[in-house]
C-alpha cells in the first residue's frame, strides 16, 4: 500500500513539475510600451482599429443576437441595456438588467426564488461580461477604466496594448492587438488572471457583417482551443427576431 502512495505521490509531483514547465515554456512576458511611442500614438491607432470595424454602426446597433462556442445565447436590447440570457440547452433563461446587475430567472419557464434568481442573474452577468468581449472587444478599446500603448512583441511585431484598469469581472487584464493593414485586427495576445499563460494568442477572423453595417469577427482560434460565434443578427426591434412581444416585458412590472 505503502508502495502504491509513494508512487501515486511521484506521478502527481511530476504531472505537476511537467506541468509547469509547459506553462513556462508557453508564457510570455507582457510587453511594455515602447519609449518612443505616446499616447495620443496608441488613441489615433485606437481610434483606427475601431473604424475598420465601423464602430459608429455598431454604436447605432439597437438589437443584435448571438451564440457563444453553442451553448450561451443572447438576445441584447442595446438602448436599455438588457439582455436575455440562455444556456443549459435553453432550460436556463435570465432577463438581465445590465446597468443593475439584476433581473429575472426562470428554469423550464418557471420563475425562481430570490436566493436562485440571485445566483442564476450573476451568473447570466459572468456569461454576458466574457462572450459579448469576445463578440466585438474591438470597440472597447477606449471604454472608460481603459489605457493604451503601442508595444513591441517577442518576434518583433507591434502591436496596440489596451489595460483594462476597471470593468467587467475581471479588472487589470491586458490585450495585445495585431492589426493588418487596414488596421483591422487578426489576433490579439491576452495577459489575462483567469489563464495562466500569457501572451496566449487568438485569431480575430471570418468578419461578418450586420444589418447595422457594423463588422464583427465569428472565429476565433489559438492552439488550444477555438471559439466560434454563431446566429449573428442585427435589427432594429425584436419584432426583426421572429417575436410578437417585448421579450423584456416583465422587467417592466
Not at 420563475?111 to 434568481?117: F, R
Not at 453595417?213 to 432594429?236: Q, R
Request: hydrophobic content about 40%; charged content about 25%; proline content about 2%.
Amino acid at each position: 500500500m505503502k508502495t502504491i502512495l509513494k508512487y501515486t505521490l511521484f506521478l502527481l509531483i511530476a504531472i505537476v513539475l511537467i506541468g509547469g514547465c509547459a506553462i513556462f515554456s508557453l508564457s510570455e512576458k507582457e510587453p511594455l510600451a515602447l519609449n518612443e511611442s505616446s499616447v495620443s500614438e496608441a488613441d489615433i491607432l485606437a481610434d483606427k482599429m475601431m473604424a475598420s470595424v465601423n464602430k459608429q454602426a455598431w454604436d447605432d446597433t439597437k438589437w443584435v443576437q448571438w451564440t457563444f462556442k453553442g451553448v450561451h445565447s443572447f438576445l441584447w436590447d442595446k438602448e436599455r441595456n438588457w439582455c436575455k440570457v440562455s444556456w443549459g440547452k435553453g432550460s436556463k433563461e435570465v432577463l438581465l438588467k445590465m446597468n443593475e446587475i439584476a433581473g429575472k430567472a426562470f428554469i423550464d419557464g418557471v420563475a425562481q426564488d430570490t436566493d436562485k434568481n440571485e445566483k442564476m442573474v450573476q451568473t447570466a452577468w459572468s456569461h454576458f461580461c466574457n462572450d459579448s468581449f469576445w463578440l466585438n472587444a474591438i470597440v472597447k478599446a477606449k471604454d472608460p477604466g481603459t489605457e493604451r500603448s503601442i508595444v513591441e512583441l517577442d518576434d518583433g511585431r507591434k502591436g496596440l496594448k489596451v489595460q483594462y484598469t476597471s470593468g467587467g469581472v475581471t479588472p487589470g487584464d491586458s490585450y495585445v492587438w495585431i492589426l493588418d493593414e487596414n488596421n483591422r485586427p487578426t489576433s490579439y495576445k491576452m495577459w489575462v488572471k483567469i489563464i495562466p499563460i500569457g501572451g496566449l494568442e487568438f485569431t480575430w477572423e471570418d468578419y461578418v457583417e450586420l444589418e447595422s453595417g457594423a463588422v464583427v469577427a465569428s472565429l476565433h482560434k489559438s492552439k488550444l482551443l477555438n471559439l466560434d460565434i454563431t446566429d449573428l443578427k442585427s435589427g432594429e426591434s425584436y419584432r426583426d427576431f421572429g417575436l410578437t412581444e417585448d421579450p423584456f416585458k416583465v422587467l417592466n412590472k
